[in-house]
């Protein structure tokens, strides 16, 4: 991986990161807005409570899955980072072979396959950092699904409390609209994930 496509690495894991905590915060919200609604109306909502009370667990497991994700983050970058470098130093022995034409000497070739090596190595591991994050992705993904689940729970439990006028119809509208949010910023993240492993992938 070159430093440009590492760093948009970087920058779509930073940026992913505050749009989870963001949207997250906001299903949060929204769960309790239904929780003070159903309070209100008594038994008439309990079945909405229950849909509401579910939606702010699930909220709580997809903020650890994602703090679980970003754990895998930082070792993948580093690591990237030190086969880059060490590419480079493989390249400056290979540029120094090429001035020096006849008079270069087996050393210098010599090391500069140990660097090569490490690379390798590094590449190695990396492809195996890759697919922990991926298994990080997926389990946020199928939470992402769980809530996505309680979401339509929720618009049903809605229609069939219209007649308390309580404005539950709106309040899952908005539930459904920021896991939207969540599962859409995850499938983009792991789109590119996908890219950067698959090139590291054809290299090995």
């Known amino acids: 991986m070159d430093m440009d496509k590492m760093m948009r690495l970087v920058d779509a894991?930073?940026?992913?990161?505050?749009?989870?905590?963001?949207?997250?915060?906001?299903i949060d919200?929204?769960?309790l807005n239904a929780l003070v609604l159903v309070k209100r109306h008594g038994n008439a909502l309990a079945g909405y409570g229950v849909v509401a009370q579910a939606f702010r667990e699930r909220a709580a497991s997809l903020k650890e899955l994602a703090k679980d994700m970003q754990h895998h983050v930082s070792p993948l970058i580093l690591l990237q980072m030190r086969a880059l470098m060490h590419k480079r130093v493989a390249d400056s022995f290979f540029h120094v072979e090429n001035l020096m034409g006849d008079k270069s000497c087996s050393s210098l070739s010599s090391k500069r396959q140990?660097?090569?090596?490490?690379?390798?190595?590094?590449?190695l591991e990396a492809r195996v950092l890759f697919q922990q994050l991926l298994a990080a992705v997926d389990r946020i993904q199928a939470g992402i699904a769980e809530q996505e689940y309680v979401v339509v729970n929720g618009r049903i439990e809605a229609a069939l409390?219209?007649?308390?006028?309580?404005p539950l119809s709106r309040v899952s509208r908005d539930m459904g609209g920021a896991v939207d949010i969540v599962s859409q910023a995850i499938r983009n993240y792991r789109r590119q994930l996908e890219e950067s492993f698959n090139e590291i992938s054809t290299r090995i």
């Open 13 to 26: 894991s930073h940026a992913l990161n505050k749009t989870l905590a963001s949207a997250l915060r906001e």
């Open 114 to 123: 140990e660097w090569l090596t490490a690379v390798a190595d590094e590449e």
């Open 161 to 166: 409390s219209e007649g308390t006028g309580a």
């Open 29 to 31: 919200r929204r769960a």
